[in-house]
């Protein structure tokens, strides 16, 4: 089953409902400030935003009476028993999220473990390295100096061969 990539937003409690239900959404909400009137463009995931019509529109000078019929209006839609729903609905959504994030945080362990693993045997190798390295830098060093040695007692050697042809040819 193939879906494309959506992003909604919406005040319309049926379409929350259905993205808390459905594992096939995912939830988020932009944070708004109440005091400023503005959104902080911080997005919450797995929270289902407030509607905040109403806080602007008393910021904005909307009538008290107005705002008080529209509140009025609103706690009797929830009163019709739409908040038990969505409060069940929020309680399983929020637990659809706990047990993706307690896999996510179970992945992170899994993998800061495997790093931690791949560390060790780094540090491991890099201690052989040096120790070799040492080892290598002391032959290289000492490798010069042999071949001086070995040189000089070939060439003492190739001397005294001449020097005794030479006296076995004065002898003769």
């Excluded at 959104?39 to 919450?44: G, I, N, V």
């Excluded at 060790?120 to 390295?129: D, L, N, Q, S």
């Excluded at 040695?149 to 070939?154: G, H, L, N, R, V």
Aim: hydrophobic share 35%.
């Amino acid at each position: 089953e193939e879906a494309g990539l959506t992003f909604a937003t919406t005040h319309s409690a049926e379409v929350k409902d259905l993205a808390i239900k459905s594992e096939s959404f995912a939830l988020a909400a932009v944070e708004f400030d109440i005091d400023r009137l503005e959104p902080t463009y911080r997005l919450q995931w797995g929270e289902v935003g407030n509607s905040n019509a109403l806080d602007i529109a008393a910021g904005l000078g909307l009538p008290p009476s107005m705002l008080q019929e529209a509140r009025r209006c609103m706690s009797e839609d929830l009163s019709e028993g739409n908040e038990a729903q969505r409060s069940g609905n929020l309680m399983a959504s929020l637990e659809r999220h706990l047990a993706e994030q307690r896999r996510r945080s179970s992945e992170a362990a899994r993998a800061c473990d495997d790093a931690q693993e791949e560390l060790a045997t780094a540090r491991e190798r890099k201690h052989e390295i040096d120790e070799n390295g040492d080892e290598l830098r002391a032959e290289i060093k000492a490798t010069p100096i042999q071949i001086k040695e070995d040189a000089m007692t070939a060439f003492e050697a190739a001397i005294a061969d001449v020097d005794r042809t030479v006296n076995d040819r004065q002898q003769d």
